[in-house]
């Protein structure tokens, strides 16, 4: 009598955990997606702030800048 076995080969995994019907790899990837907010979610608040600052010198200099010129 033989083993029943998946159609992929008896040592590939599964894709689907049998108890949950959720993807084997998803805490990994749930890992993955903290760690990189962990990271970048500073560096998209000092790009922000950088921006604001940056938008507020140009629009100073676009109201004095004028006034400069002509006097």
């Given at each position: 009598?033989?083993?029943?076995?998946?159609?992929?080969?008896?040592?590939?995994?599964?894709?689907?955990?049998?108890?949950?019907?959720?993807?084997?790899g998803?805490?990994?990837?749930?890992?993955?997606?903290?760690?990189?907010?962990?990271?970048?979610?500073?560096?998209?608040m000092?790009?922000?702030?950088?921006?604001?600052?940056?938008?507020?010198?140009?629009?100073?200099?676009?109201?004095?800048?004028?006034?400069?010129?002509?006097?």
């Amino acid at each position: 009598m033989t083993m029943p076995t998946h159609p992929r080969g008896p040592s590939d995994r599964a894709a689907h955990s049998a108890a949950s019907g959720t993807p084997a790899g998803a805490g990994v990837t749930a890992v993955y997606l903290a760690k990189a907010k962990r990271v970048l979610m500073p560096v998209l608040m000092a790009l922000a702030g950088v921006a604001a600052v940056t938008a507020i010198m140009a629009l100073k200099i676009a109201i004095y800048l004028p006034r400069l010129i002509h006097h």
